[in-house]
């Protein structure tokens, strides 16, 4: 008898990464039948959550072509969602005896659970660690026919160089690495410190320094905060001055936090003047303006290109048309619940690699594309922000391409609550709230009850 699995293709399958998003593609590749073999630069699993405290001899302000640190991650970063909408479908967060119980835990825990659930599925057998990829491309039509690629990673340890050839390769190597900094006249000339949020890590080197914090985003207003014990002063600048009453309480709170427009230019003697013409003598400047996508390794003959951090052309943010399904990207989209879209599309990938399901065709592809970046032009979207999904209807219409379910009720709600509270009180929202009853439903979901508590103790 033949099984239903034999009647799909079985395709050698590269994915690149073994953080969230390479963990879960491996995962779905394997259960669909493909052969699998993980490349990840680091000695363990976790991609960015793999905590780095070792930056000697990065480049302050990353501009450098290789980057010896991949993780952002600082030293006191815990999460900004709770654990209930963490996590894969068939794994949850839990919190267990012993460990960061919390229910916005700290960074480690996360890289705990990443590696009980590379643990509970079995998957460090496919991983190379210490594995540098540098160099993907495709193989020449002519001689080999579509879809084949070669993939040249170098060992760290030993240095040796390995040329492979695959059907398929998956980049999962996450988009919190390469900083994204702005352009301000005087920034190359200005004599003093200057660095970008991925390299920060601990508040004591701006003991009693007067630091300007570029940006208010989430890493801006959590380093701007933890400073305030240290530093002599703290200039957050940040585009807008109407901002949330979270941070207006911490700022009203703190003598030595003061809030200033942009950045207008920066003069060798320290100065730091603002577009509103005030000024301060800095003695550093941390730049947390965010990060961008970069893929130094893949060479797609100009298919695929990163503009603006617009990664394209994508279909669904995943399948680059003249490419796809050999080439796939998971991990691209921001602002959205992390851990069940990354599984999704990872399930997508895998069964269009077995042809259980397929692609549109290229020219509707592309109409999908062109039709998806008019809309954001019409929305007044900067392009820089193509990725930035913010909808759990654009989650749910996602999942129909490969029969994934659609987010819980009770996982949006708890999403949005969390932001509600972090938007009201930036210091307590990780400890103080008021959501019992959601977490109750969470709790009697089948995301909880299916296996039980006790089957995750690995």
């Known amino acids: 008898m033949v099984s239903e699995r034999n009647l799909y293709i079985t395709k050698h399958v590269c994915v690149i990464g073994a953080g969230p998003s390479g963990l879960v593609a491996a995962r779905e590749l394997r259960k669909e039948g493909h052969t699998v073999v993980v490349l990840e630069q680091n000695h363990e699993v976790g991609g960015q959550w793999l905590y780095e ?28 969602s709770p654990r209930e909408i963490m996590g894969f479908t068939d794994f949850p967060f839990l919190a267990k005896k012993g460990r960061d119980m919390r229910r916005f835990p700290g960074h480690s825990e996360l890289l705990q659970y990443l590696k009980d659930f590379c643990d509970w599925f079995g998957l460090r057998e496919m991983i190379r660690f210490n594995t540098r990829v540098e ?19 170098k060992e760290i340890l030993s240095e040796k160089v390995n040329e492979e050839v695959f059907d398929a390769v998956v980049v999962a190597i996450g988009h919190y690495s390469h900083p994204r900094l702005p352009n301000i006249k005087g920034m190359d000339t200005w004599k003093r410190k200057q660095m970008h949020s991925h390299i920060y890590r601990v508040p004591q080197p701006f003991c009693n320094e007067v630091v300007v914090v570029v940006g208010n985003s989430l890493s801006g207003t959590d380093i701007s905060m933890e400073l305030v014990d240290v530093a002599k002063e703290i200039h957050l600048s940040a585009k807008s001055l109407e901002i949330s009453e979270g941070l207006s309480k911490v700022i009203s709170k703190n003598r030595s936090l003061h809030l200033h427009p942009q950045i207008e230019s920066l003069y060798e003697d320290g100065r730091v003047q603002f577009v509103d013409g005030s000024w ?3 003695d550093s400047i941390i730049y947390c303006t965010g990060y961008t996508y970069s893929f130094p390794f893949l060479d797609t003959k100009g298919i695929v290109v990163v503009d603006d951090d617009r990664v394209g052309p994508l279909y669904e943010h995943t399948f680059p048309p003249s490419l796809a399904p050999s080439l796939s990207f998971v991990g691209i989209p921001r602002k959205l619940i992390g851990f069940p879209f990354f599984e999704s599309q990872a399930k997508w990938i895998a069964q269009l690699l077995s042809g259980k399901r397929t692609l549109p065709s290229w020219d509707d592809m592309m109409k999908s594309i062109k039709e998806f970046y008019n809309s954001r032009d019409e929305a007044g979207i900067p392009k820089h922000n193509t990725h930035d999904i ?31 509270n972090a938007d009201k009180d930036l210091e307590a929202y990780r400890d103080s709230y008021d959501d019992h009853e959601l977490l109750q439903v969470a709790h009697e979901s089948p995301h909880y009850t299916q296996l039980g508590p006790e089957a995750f103790d690995v």
């Open 280 to 282: 301060v003598i800095a």
């Open 53 to 80: 405290p070792n930056i000697e001899g990065e480049d302050p302000l990353g501009k450098a072509s290789f980057l010896k640190v991949h993780s952002s991650i600082y030293a006191s970063l815990r999460l900004t």
């Open 390 to 420: 913010a909808s759990f209807e654009y989650c749910d219409k996602y999942g129909e391409h490969c029969g994934f379910p659609h987010l819980e009720d009770w996982r949006k709600e708890l999403c949005v609550s969390a932001l509600i």
């Open 135 to 153: 160099y993907v491309s495709m193989f020449d039509f002519a001689k080999f026919g579509r879809d084949k690629w070669i993939v040249r990673s």
